[in-house]
């Protein structure tokens, strides 16, 4: 049955994917439908033709395609030699793969406040962290919006740690003119459906300058064995594949007008916010792109006091919005045994109590960014 429900009534969601495939739909069945018939699933000429796609995009010589971003993590961590007894400093306001992955691979996360302007670590608040025990760095580009990574990068030089960007959110940005992904030893990629590349499923990417660290990620995936049946180091099963990949080759081709096209909406929602009385009396943060940052507007994400009446109000005028992400790491259950504690990061907890993402795809119209925006200004 069509949809009668005039525009102006209709629900605004949060994300919405079908409009993106319902565009490209006879193209995706067309690559899809090649895969089906070459019979051939995991790994393959799709995956290797995105590895080499992405690099580029990435700016770098290797990309190896994985089964998601949280392995991705995990497996670069492994290849930079990270294991038990080891420390990682990382942002406690983030996805909790990010913290996940290194304590899947033994080591100790380290948490460090973030900079309340961006929601990204705080390189000031690193250095005083670091042990004889710290290896690496562990930046998210919270958002779609690069860490400050001049600052990361000297520190990790000066004590001899290696940088690994989570990446996961922000592929197509740049911080002073370099893509994410070339900025530390190595970077992941996620390609869950919701990411600005997104995949028809999991999928994730590792990519380095580094040929060993290259060379190691490319044989954790399979096991550790560079010859099939002959394993040389103790790996896993994370493979891309053909379908993700395909699919993935396809959308790569849009990426940079679908970012353009999430930049446009970023304006608009700030123009008409700047003006907002909300704005005006201070009570609404509004998201700030970093000097010589390129943000890809992941998310468009706002903070106030009171998010949680915000929240009902746009959810009652039929808008959907979304917390990234309401428990900071350092406060989850599985990492208790750590021992922090509720004020170890107050800027971390602040956000995590404030921030509210608005409704941002490339297909949302302007129509749908007044709506959204007027239901703030009308927010008393
Ligand atoms: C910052 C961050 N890191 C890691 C991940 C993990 O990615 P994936 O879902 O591909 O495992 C995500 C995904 O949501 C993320 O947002």
Known sequence: MPDNTPAAEKRI????????????????????????????????????????????????????????????????????????????ITTPFTFFATGGAIARAGARPVFCDIDPVTYNIDPHRIEPLITERTKAILPVHLYGQPADMDPIIAIAEEHDLYVIEDAAQAIGATYKGRPVGSLGDVACISFFPTK?????????????????????????????????YHSEIVGCNSRLDEIQAAVLRLKLQHLSTWTEKRRRIAKLYMELLESSPLF????????????????????????????????????????????????????????????YKFGDFPEAERASKEVLSLPMFPELTDDEVYRVAEAIREFK
Not at 66 to 78: E, G, I, Q, T
Not at 212 to 217: F, L, N
Not at 325 to 338: I, K, M
């Open 196 to 228: 600005n590349l997104g995949a028809f499923g999991d999928g994730g990417m590792v990519v380095t300058d580094d040929p060993d660290i290259a060379d190691r990620v490319r044989i954790l995936r399979v096991h550790g064995a560079r010859k099939k």
């Open 13 to 88: 969601p949060s994300f919405d994917l079908t409009r993106q495939n319902a565009l490209l739909h006879d193209e995706l069945i067309s690559v899809i439908s090649e895969v089906i018939e070459k019979g051939h699933f995991i790994l393959g000429e799709n995956v290797a033709a995105l590895e080499e796609e992405i690099a580029r995009l990435c700016g770098v010589r290797f990309a190896i395609g994985v089964a998601n971003c949280s392995d991705a993590l995990y497996l670069a961590l492994l290849a930079c030699g990270i294991g038990p007894g080891d420390e990682v």
């Open 280 to 339: 005006r009396s201070r009570n609404l943060r509004l998201p700030e792109e970093a000097p010589g940052t390129f943000h890809v507007y992941h998310q468009f994400t706002i903070a106030l006091a009171d998010r949680e009446r915000l929240r009902a109000h746009l959810d009652e005028n039929g808008i959907g919005s979304a917390v990234y992400y309401p428990v900071p790491l350092h406060l989850q259950g599985a990492f208790s045994a750590l021992g």
